[in-house]
């Protein structure tokens, strides 16, 4: 499966893809019970072409994505000169790391993890800080075996409701 596995840059024209595939991830991870409203509309409103050609232009951000052949099936958000929600010496976050269900487990997530830190090693000497869903044992599991730490916990609003995120912080932070 990883034959023809490729971490790049991305780039405008991947815009329509990455939300695609950002809806797909987040959907199958986070909406496990079914669509709610809540979900509904904020997949809608945020995992939006609009929104990833936003971030693809944006100077503080830089996006990797995972190319198998001609197929996105991953990609990464970093964004620098950022602090999070529990003080730490890092300052750039990894907004996001997706991985398609078919291809978790082949090393994609390492790979894009590892473009990431570099990323954040060259531009600011610094490692990483993220949040990940309290419930979300699976990518916990995955951050703990890089070497990332939890440091606090914060929460994601969804609608009325409140969503435990724990707050980690990656190797040399």
């Keep these: ?46 995992l939006t072409p609009g929104n990833y050609s936003s971030v693809l232009g944006d100077p503080s951000c830089h996006v990797f994505v995972a190319q198998n052949g001609n197929s996105l099936v991953g990609f990464s958000v970093i964004k620098f000169n950022t602090r999070g929600p529990v003080d730490s010496n890092s300052s750039v976050e990894l907004q996001t790391l997706y991985v398609q269900e078919n291809f978790i487990g082949h090393g994609v997530g390492t790979l894009l993890l590892r473009a990431a830190e570099a990323k954040a090693r060259q531009r600011s000497n610094g490692a990483l800080w993220l949040t990940v869903n309290a419930k979300n044992a699976r990518a916990i599991a995955f951050y ?30």
């Design 144 to 173: 703990a075996r890089h070497g990332y730490t939890m440091i606090g916990t914060t929460y994601f609003a969804l609608g009325e409701g409140r969503h435990e995120n724990h707050v980690l912080v990656g190797p040399n932070a």
């Design 1 to 46: 499966m990883r034959s023809k596995l490729l971490i790049r840059s991305g780039k405008y024209e991947d815009a329509h893809c990455l939300a695609a595939l950002a809806t797909q991830v987040w959907l199958h991870t986070y909406a496990t019970d079914g669509i709610t409203a809540e979900i509904a509309a904020y997949v809608i409103s945020e």
